[in-house]
């Protein structure tokens, strides 16, 4: 018998529970994970270098069907070989094992599920600093960023999913007692009960940029609504849900249940898994973040199943005029640096008419804000230290290789260069890439070009900045849109593109919010109506397809 | 300027969107329209076969963009033409004018639309008397039937939906107010603004015997949440829609918005519109009640929109052991003869063990429980006019003709015979057939036939009854399953089959509760979890996915 039954892991987080209910009722600002390094003990801040080497060159071990076949292969953008190996189990076998356990987990009930989540996320909050370099030697970001988008900010957004699973399955009454009136007869009576009843297996795809943050939302959404859930991330970013599957499958052995609720799934790139398992018929729910080729697949062929998708997107910019040229720029260099632009917010493609902005100063011309961005990016890129930090790595070498195609598509307002990094010498570094092009060139700006690229467009006034960004986007969708005005009738105009295109805008953003940071608990990421995402991280709409409500009634 | 503003309507009907808030959320036993005819002002009910009457013979006028093409041929199943014609407006044309009116709708906002949407129910509810004369002489329903299904209980499932989409758009803040600390800096403090932004144009595609009931829901929850609907009734009952796109078409217009928000497209047989409307790309919500060759074809092809189907199914029960034999075969009868078995909810397959069920007076053999069940029917349907009342007519006539070739399917238990209407001779009326055949010929059970139509099907046991139940459960779906059991094992083993095949279970129904009944705000009609229909009337997920949430942010 488990001393930590699930309903005793309910009341134990039964207040945090509740006061991030009403976070996703206000969205005001909320954030139950710090975000800072120095809230969590000193010694697993000083010792995470070594704990991640530790998981180096070792066998990880997991819960799982029996196999003798091993995967390994992950590459650290820093430049070191990772040497982690995984068992692989066979996909069908995995399935009809995840398929058995349906019961089990779904009889854990709601309160029992949201208890085992919320417990799952306090020790993988615990594992934070250990988390960020495991996220920053896969992904390539810089480690403080690895660290916060990677820890507290996706297990933020993995609360915010389990959040609005609890608020859609406690909107539904466990039982009813329904008692018609029959005029003078005996009013007619019943008992009904209604039951959460998940979907079947889930498999959630992550991907290697993101393998935290963007798992998350899908792999806690299934689960708490009752679904065992298998993740198959990225073949080279596998060690931070090694370490997230490994957490959870300790929290579900304690509670006394299948650790296999939560599985791994793992492949490489010259032998993917991911088409088979997503259509196998017992895969009810599909989480998905990747190229929009694959993802627009899945959607298309996987019809059996409930399918969530975050693709590619050409986010954009709208420049009209701004109150503060410097401030614009400064914040714009710091959108295209972080990260070196491999976030799904990223700005691609900014809009400038040709005949200039207004500012205080007087009509700046295309050429003087194109002058202006490159400078301040160079400005901001000057610190090699800090713009190593900034930048991360780059991910995967197709990512470096496409700056190098990209160059010819434009006229180059600021080259991309390499840097090197002071502590990994062989790190794939390179800064932003900016480039000129007409509105007219739309082939050029309207494909994602993923990574540190992106576009000023010569437009011929703000309202053809408006239009062309409205095609680009009903075409390619987009996560994010940010428009500069000191018009009020533009930022009007603005907020009625967002709404045709139906993508989240950021007006006039000079200060220390970015167009592609989105926060938790506040900032719904992508709306799931545009070629983007089909899905929002994360909403009521996000939860509640994952499972249906089983009735059954009598009479009294 | 209008005197009846949207807002005006939300305030006028808020008390009961607060009472009917409270029933989605206990689903307890309440319906705010009354079923009871003489709760209705006495004039109308008399006047009602006259105003239908009236109705006939005449064009019926609509808003809609001009046309010269006029529909007709809609034809009684109790034997008269009705002769009414119908303006049918170009499908393209029509979908450009719906897709044009989007930000009126949307601007109208979630309290607005809830306000329009009650207002049209409540002036709905006011002619239910003459709804229910259109309802039968579409769907051959007997009159008291089509009265409250036609018109309270569809009332109550619009209302529902409207509900829940209030209870979705509700949950989402307009604005908030984001302030993140900075430790000794300042707050970072952003102005946040939440826009209910709907997916698109709506289509919802009736059915002939049920044409308001199976339509409204996907009515008034595409129409709540924001985006202008098309109405495609079925070609034999657009009379019931017609009435109810005029009532939605005057309140609109009253409360000063453009009546097409809501709009009717007819067609023929001969020359169908759906594929046209459900294929145009600015359709991005449809509803579909039908056959599931269609409703399969609409979700495997438009990809571009949120789907929401009601297709067919095997509805099962399992007989194991009853404690009043009388009574159970008493409540079969009545379910399997009510509307001639034409509710997506009637049983088609009843499975009964080989070795017969216990009851308090010993074992009853297979062929026993069949007589006994035809008996039932029989002295049900003894009585020509009660009989003529409960069966209803027939439809359509290819039901009828599927009575004639399903005789040679089986062993004829119960034969199907004709009736003759005392007030409408020309009636196409039939008794239920019932037949018997063994578990093993399931080809010949499994597949839908739609009509008074069943099978007593010979079993090895009730375990095999379960197994063979599952098999063709999981394959054709169903919306009912039922079953009869004294034994809490088998029941509990039902509740398992249910969740399993994601059925809703009625358990020993032997009194005046039938297995095709639910009742709205209590009874989930359908889960969305099987190949009988991908959506729920009504839950939240039949409303979350019909709009998206735009966020603009800014710096205060």
Same mark, same amino acid.
């Given at each position: ?26 969205? !005001? ?12 003990? !000193? ?51 995995l399935v009809d094992v995840m398929h058995s356990l349906i019961p089990q987990w779904r009889d $854990? ?41 990677? *820890? ?11 959040? %609005? ?6 909107? =539904? ?12 007869? @005996? ?28 798992? %998350? ?18 073949? *080279? ?7 997230? =599957?490994?957490?959870?499958?300790e929290v579900l052995k304690e509670a006394g249940l299948d650790p296999q609720i939560v599985s ?10 991911? /088409? @088979? ?21 899945? +959607?298309?062929? *996987? ?50 008419? /040709? ?27 000057? #610190?090699?230290?800090? $713009? ?9 070498? *197709? ?13 180059? =307002?600021?080259?991309? !260069? ?19 092009? #007409?509105?007219? #060139?739309?082939?050029? %700006? ?24 409205? !095609? ?11 428009? %500069? ?9 603005? +907020?009625?593109? $967002?709404? @045709?295109?139906?993508? $989240?805008?950021?007006?006039?953003? #000079? ?11 506040? @900032? ?33």
């Amino acid at each position: 018998m488990s001393a930590v039954t699930p309903a005793v892991l309910f009341d134990r987080h039964e207040a945090l529970l509740n006061r991030a209910i009403e976070a996703i009722h206000t969205r !005001e600002y909320w954030s139950p994970y710090s975000e800072n390094l120095k809230k969590y003990p !000193e010694e697993l801040v000083k010792s995470a270098p070594e704990d991640f080497k530790a998981l180096c060159n070792q066998h990880f071990e997991l819960e799982g069907p029996a196999t003798t076949k091993k995967i390994t292969g992950e590459r650290s953008p820093y430049g070191l070989d990772l040497g982690t190996s995984y068992d692989q189990p066979d996909m069908g076998q995995l399935v009809d094992v995840m398929h058995s356990l349906i019961p089990q987990w779904r009889d $854990a009930g709601p309160k029992g599920r949201v208890g085992v989540c919320m417990e799952i996320l306090q020790r993988l909050n615990d594992m934070s600093p250990l988390m960020g370099h495991a996220v920053m030697h896969t992904s390539g970001q810089g480690f403080m960023m690895a660290f916060q988008a990677g *820890a507290p900010h996706a297990q933020d957004r993995a609360l915010e999913a389990v959040v %609005y699973g609890w608020d859609a399955m406690n909107a =539904v009454p466990a039982t009813a007692r329904w008692n018609k009136p029959q005029g003078k007869m @005996d009013p007619l009576v019943m008992d009904k009960k209604f039951t959460i009843v998940p979907r079947g297996v889930a498999v959630v795809i992550g991907c290697s940029t993101f393998p935290t943050w963007n798992t %998350y939302p899908g792999l806690f959404a299934s689960l708490v609504t009752g679904n065992p859930v298998i993740v198959k991330p990225h073949p *080279a970013a596998i060690l931070p849900a090694a370490l997230t =599957v490994k957490v959870a499958q300790e929290v579900l052995k304690e509670a006394g249940l299948d650790p296999q609720i939560v599985s791994l799934a793992v492949d490489t790139l010259e032998e993917p898994v991911a /088409k @088979d398992l997503v259509m196998n018929p017992k895969v009810k729910v599909i989480d998905y973040t990747g190229s929009s080729v694959f993802g627009n697949w899945i +959607e298309q062929n *996987a019809l059996h199943a409930k399918v969530f998708t975050e693709k590619a997107g050409v986010n954009s910019i709208i420049v009209d005029s701004v109150s503060d040229l410097k401030a614009v720029t400064r914040n714009l260099a710091f959108t295209l640096s972080l990260y070196s632009g491999q976030m799904c917010t990223t700005t691609q493609a900014i809009y400038v008419p /040709k005949s200039g902005i207004d500012t205080p100063e007087g009509k700046v011309s295309f050429d003087e804000f194109a002058q202006a961005l490159a400078t301040a990016t160079s400005k901001f890129l000057g #610190d090699n230290d800090r $713009a190593c930090m900034v930048l991360g790595a780059i991910q995967s070498e *197709a990512t470096a290789k496409r700056i190098d195609e990209c160059r010819s598509l434009g006229e180059i =307002v600021l080259d991309s !260069e390499s840097r090197i990094h002071a502590q990994f010498p062989d790190a794939r570094i390179r800064t932003p890439l900016i480039l000129k092009v #007409d509105g007219k #060139d739309q082939a050029t %700006y309207s494909e994602e070009r993923f990574g540190p690229i992106s576009f000023l467009i010569a437009t011929e006034s703000t309202e053809d900045s408006m239009r062309l960004a409205k !095609e680009v986007l009903d075409e390619q969708g987009a996560i994010t849109l940010g428009v %500069y005005s000191t018009s009020d009738a533009v930022l009007d105009q603005a +907020e009625e593109l $967002a709404m @045709d295109v139906k993508v $989240a805008l950021s007006c006039n953003l #000079d200060g220390g919010v970015f167009v592609n940071q989105s926060a938790a608990f506040s @900032d719904f990421h992508a709306t799931g109506g545009n070629p983007a995402a089909n899905a929002c991280l994360s909403d009521a709409a996000f939860l509640v397809n994952r499972f249906v409500v089983v009735q059954s009634r009598r009479h009294v």
